[in-house]
């Protein structure tokens, strides 16, 4: 198939907020996939290369100077072969070796095809079309039922390989698709609410409280003495982390897939900051800080699936193997004394410093890769006015609209800086009404200083409420603080510059 049909595909789904046309766009073009071209084109459309990371950042794209093709000749293939050669170089000379071949492909790419491959390298299509949506286009292209798609891409933890069969084999090959030990499945994800009650009220029955802990999700599979480590994004990490092996390997067991969290503990037995775990993840050797850790689910044991048993049954199975590296948590049977008892049991995890707790209903069934109420996250929402500096232009939906913010703190003593200069901790572009959008692309340039190839830059007067879920150390930013999961609550004309958070209130968040 020609790429430029797939990316006209892409511009359909981007310019249509309705889910049902991005699911007719999207199953019109996969019905005309080869087979071979199935698993390449959905990596594509999910910004997900197939290869993983292929070690191509925003600089070296943007640096390139090829002139593009004027007639379209790609191909899908094309491109999965391009990726393919850029992912396995490595070693010397291998910089030079991947910017000729990304020269190569971006000269034989026309404009839009190029735009549209940029994005994909960088992980940032955003045509709105989600996994879900692409999920549902695979269901609708080959006529399965979504369910029995949903669940064999839950099993098989890669949609590719699941549109593959369900495009192009039986029915019943699809429907027979289970859990297997070794092969990583999509993790079960939650919900959000503002406090323990309202989550408890949401589940209108008995519930586990959990703590929530500021890791790094992990799956653990054992069959015999073979363990594999899983991160969220299932990746393989079995080699960076042999503290997690030994505990798994000291279990009762045969086999076993295991739900949980991994984070280091500090001399006091508290958590350590989040990218002290992560750091550990982007190492090919152990490291001075000792990772633990936390299991809260357990989806097989020695030859019996347990995904769909009740979460009860689930824990008590749990309990059973792996008590002394189980998430501590209590349960409530949503009365008014459990929902006390709950609250108090949440300010003690903050205490501690974890992030806060997880709410769980005790009949659910482990719904991999869906995002349900039936797991809720409770954690204190942290807002902070910062300021906006500069404002990228938007791509997909928002092409033509100034989108992603660079946001800064204030430092009033110019310990970063300039005394009453600004420094940068983060940029975001969640939360964005479409009437903020166009608010903002009237706005800014009308306090515009200058422009870059892919930012208008302004004067430091615009304040804006942004909630975050922390900060995190970082070497990217001056102040060496960067936001976690930040999102815009709204602009707040009522506030100048002067007014807003500094650098150094953000870094009091570090730990």
Known sequence: MPLADLVSATEQVAATPSRRAKVTALAEVLRAFTPDEIAPAIGLLLAKPRQGRIGIGWRTLTSLEVSHATEQSLTVADVDAALSRLAATEGTGSTATRRAELAALASRATAPEWDFLSRVILGELRTGALQGVVTDAVAAASDRPLADVRRAAMLTGDLGETAVIALTGLAVELESIGLIVGRAVMPMLASTAAAVAEAIDMLGGEASVEYKLDGARVQVHRRGDEVRVFTRNLADITHRVPEIVAATLSLPVEAVILDGE???????????????????????????????????????????????????????????????????????????????????????ALAIGHEGVMVKALDSVYAAGRRGKDWIKVKPVLTYDLVVVAVEWGSGRRTGQLSNLHLAARDPEGEFGEPGGFVMVGKTFKGLTDETLRWQTEHFPTIETHRSDYAVHVRPVTVVE??????????????????????????????????????????????
């Open 262 to 348: 991994t984070l280091s503990l500090d001399e006091d037995g508290g958590p350590r900051p989040f990218q002290d775990t992560m750091a550990r993840f982007g190492s090919e050797t152990a490291q001075s800080v000792a990772l633990r850790p936390w299991f809260f689910d357990i989806l097989h044991l020695d030859g019996r699936d347990l995904i769909d048993e009740p979460l009860s049954e689930r824990l008590a199975v749990l309990d059973r193997v792996a008590r002394a590296w189980r998430v501590p948590g209590i349960h409530t049977a949503g009365q008014a004394a459990d929902g006390a008892t709950a609250e108090a049991f949440a300010a003690e």
């Open 466 to 511: 942004i909630a975050i879920d922390g900060v995190q150390r970082s070497t990217r930013y001056a102040g060496g603080a960067a936001l976690r999961f930040a999102r815009v609550r709204g602009y707040r004309p009522d506030k100048r510059a002067g007014e807003a958070d500094t650098i150094q209130a953000l870094r009091a968040l570090l730990r």
